[in-house]
C-alpha cells in the first residue's frame, strides 16, 4: 500500500471519533486537543512538508480524500485538517532558513493564515515592523506560528506581502461566537509592531505566481503550483466530505424511520427514494469533478499555471461547494424536524455548511463570473483571487 492511501485510511479509521467529538469541539469553540493530537498521528500535517524535513512530499490529490473523511466525520476539523496541512506547504515556499526555524524540532508546525490584506508593514532594517488585526484565524487556538497578509507602501508602490511569526509574537482575541464552524476558533489576530526578519516575509505576488523563494531549494513541482487554486480546492474537500457524511446518515434514518401520524415507514415512499439517488449522483459528480481538478494541479507549476486554470480552480470549487450546501440542506428538511434537536449531527453539519459556504474563495456569482470572463477573453479585473 502506497503511503498515500496509508494515509487515507489512517484519517478514515480516526473519522468516527471526529463525529463523537463534534460537540465537545462545537462546546469549547477550538478543537479538543485530543483531536489535533491524533491528527497529527496520522502524518496528515506534514504530507506536503518536504522530504529533507522528514516529511512525506505527497502531492495533494490524496489528501483531498483525507480531507473529506475528515469533514464527514466534523466539519471543524476537516476545515482544520485542511489549514494545518496546506499551510506547512506554504512554509516550504519561504526562503529556507524560515523553513529550517519552523521545523527545527518536528516535520510540522500548527500556523493559520490570513490573507486578508489588513495589516500594514513598514520596512526596518533587514526586515519589517508589522502592525494590524486580522479577523479569521482559524486554527489559531492550537497555533505555534502564524502567517498574516500585510500591505508594505514603498513609494507609489503598496505591495502585499505575508509575513511569518511566532505565536508569542500575537495576541488572540476570543470573539469566534457563531452558528457554525465553532469548532475551528477563528478568532481574530493582532500584532502590534512585531519586527519580522525579511527571510520571515513573502511577496503575494510570487506565491500567487508559483515562483515563491522556497521553489529555489524545493524543486518538486509541488512547489511550484499557485496558491489560490490549491486553497480553492483543497478547501472544498471538507465540504464535500460533510454533504458525504450527511447522505450516509440519512440513509440509515431513511432505513428505519416511521412517520408520525400516518405511520409509513420513509424508506417505502417514492420521495425518500427519489432524494436519496439525487443527492448520491449530485455529491458522485461532484467528486468527480474536483478529483479532475485536483489532478490538474499537477499541471499548475510555473511553467502551466495559466489564467485559465485558475478561473477553472475556482469554477470547480464554487460548485462543489454549492453542491454539498443544496444536497446537505436537502437531507436535512427531508429528515424531519427531529432532525434540529440539539444533539442531532444533521443541524450541526448544516449550520457549518450554510457557514463555510460564505467564504469568499467560495461564493458562486464571482466565481462563476470570473470563469465566464476569462473564458471569453475579458480581463477578469482587480482585485481578483486568481
Known sequence: MEYGDELVRRVRALAPTLAE????????RRLPDATVADLAATGLFGA???????????GFAPLVDAFRAAGAGCASTGWLSVIYTLHNWMVALFPERAQEEVWADRPHALIPCVLSPTGTAAREGDG?????RWPWGSGVMHAD????????????????????LPRADVTVHDVWHTSGMRG???????????????????????????????????TAALYRIPLV????????????????????????RLRTRTLAYSG??????????????????DLAAARLLLDDAVRGLAAADAGGADIGRRAHARLVAAHVVGTARAVVNEL??????????????????QRDVNTISGHVVFDPDAAYALYGKVELRLSPGAPTLL
Open 128 to 132: 519589517y515592523r508589522v502592525t494590524g
Open 229 to 252: 487554486p490549491v486553497f480553492a480546492l483543497t478547501g472544498a474537500a471538507p465540504v464535500l466530505g460533510v454533504a458525504e457524511g450527511v447522505l450516509a446518515r440519512f440513509t440509515e
Open 21 to 28: 467529538r463534534a460537540p465537545e469541539a462545537e462546546e469549547a
Open 332 to 349: 436535512c428538511a427531508a429528515a424531519g424536524a427531529s432532525a434540529q434537536f440539539t444533539a442531532s449531527p444533521f443541524q450541526r453539519a
Open 48 to 58: 506536503l512538508v518536504p522530504k529533507r524535513f522528514g516529511g512525506a512530499e505527497l
Open 264 to 281: 409509513e415507514r420513509q424508506r417505502d415512499l417514492m420521495s425518500g427514494q427519489i432524494r436519496l439517488a439525487r443527492a448520491t449522483a
Open 184 to 218: 475551528t476558533g477563528s478568532n481574530d489576530i493582532e500584532v502590534a509592531g512585531a519586527l519580522v526578519p525579511g527571510h520571515r516575509s513573502v511577496p503575494l505576488a510570487d506565491l500567487s505566481e508559483g515562483r515563491a523563494p522556497g521553489a529555489l531549494v524545493n
Open 145 to 164: 506560528h502564524v502567517m498574516v497578509m500585510a500591505l508594505v507602501t514603498a513609494g507609489d508602490a503598496i505591495e502585499p506581502r505575508l509575513f511569518l
